[in-house]
């Protein structure tokens, strides 16, 4: 998603749901790429024994981005598994805090 920044804070959030069967996986918000704004590590196979449906969700406050166009990610990884993992259904929001 992108949004276009007067140089405020920018307050970024995302959830949603992702199939998983891993010894581990992780969420995160990268602001254009490269600058991580939060993430997240849940334990899922521990948890599950199989391959489940998990729910997630991730905040964070990006602090004064220059102002100009920017483009907001959210990423999803896991470790070593032979069966699928992906996100099955998430949403991701920006919202500039103007004061």
Do not use: K
Not at 73 to 93: A, H, M
Request: include cysteine.
């Amino acid at each position: 998603m992108t949004i276009n920044s007067h140089g405020n804070d920018i307050y970024v959030a995302a959830s949603g749901g992702a199939v998983i069967y891993a010894d581990y996986c992780g969420y995160r918000i990268l602001r254009d790429g490269a600058t991580h704004i939060t993430g997240s590590i849940a334990d899922g196979y521990y948890i599950s024994g199989g391959q489940n449906t998990w729910n997630f969700a991730i905040t964070g406050m990006d602090v004064t981005p220059s102002a100009g166009s920017h483009t907001y990610t959210l990423q999803f990884y896991v470790s070593d598994s032979p069966t699928y993992n992906g996100i099955t259904e998430g949403y991701l929001q920006a919202i500039e805090i103007n004061e």
